[in-house]
């Protein structure tokens, strides 16, 4: 992109949000959910039952339909064995990662940075 007719690039644009869109939290928060739930062989039933919630909130919430409440999280955290701080440094640090999954129209897909590339949020103002 870079300069154009006295036009340069600032971060907050519109045209680079779609170039690399970013990763919606209630996604990477059940992408680490399940990830925890896995590594500990536990079934849906098994880690809903320890939370106090139903299986199928728990599965909406690993697939990413759905935002759990704090309250829900930290249930969710105890009943998978960690803290809540703990899980979302946990779902912050994948966030940040060299490549993240994100949902487009219900396709999943991997970005990743660009070399070089401009802040996602860039907006082009007259210099």
Same mark, same amino acid.
């Given at each position: 992109?870079?300069?154009?007719?006295?036009?340069?690039?600032?971060?907050?644009? #519109?045209?680079?949000? /779609?170039? #690399?869109?970013?990763?919606?939290?209630?996604?990477?928060?059940?992408? /680490?959910?399940? *990830?925890?739930?896995?590594? +500990?062989? %536990?079934?849906?039933?098994?880690?809903?039952? #320890?939370?106090?919630?139903?299986? +199928?909130?728990?599965?909406? $919430?690993? /697939?990413?339909?759905?935002?759990? %409440?704090?309250?829900?999280?930290?249930?969710?955290?105890? *009943?998978?064995?960690?803290?809540?701080?703990?899980?979302?440094? +946990?779902?912050?640090?994948?966030?940040?990662?060299?490549?993240?999954?994100?949902?487009?129209?219900?396709? #999943?897909?991997? *970005?990743?940075? /660009?070399?070089? %590339?401009?802040?996602?949020?860039?907006?082009? %103002? $007259?210099?």
């Amino acid at each position: 992109m870079g300069e154009h007719n006295g036009l340069r690039v600032i971060p907050g644009g #519109r045209r680079e949000q /779609r170039a #690399r869109p970013e990763p919606l939290w209630r996604e990477a928060l059940g992408d /680490r959910l399940r *990830a925890l739930r896995l590594e +500990q062989r %536990s079934t849906l039933v098994d880690t809903a039952g #320890r939370a106090g919630i139903s299986p +199928q909130y728990l599965s909406e $919430v690993e /697939r990413g339909r759905k935002e759990p %409440s704090s309250e829900m999280i930290a249930a969710l955290a105890g *009943a998978l064995g960690t803290s809540l701080g703990e899980l979302v440094a +946990q779902v912050a640090e994948s966030m940040r990662g060299p490549a993240h999954a994100v949902h487009i129209g219900g396709d #999943r897909r991997v *970005a990743a940075p /660009r070399p070089n %590339s401009v802040a996602p949020n860039a907006l082009l %103002s $007259v210099a």
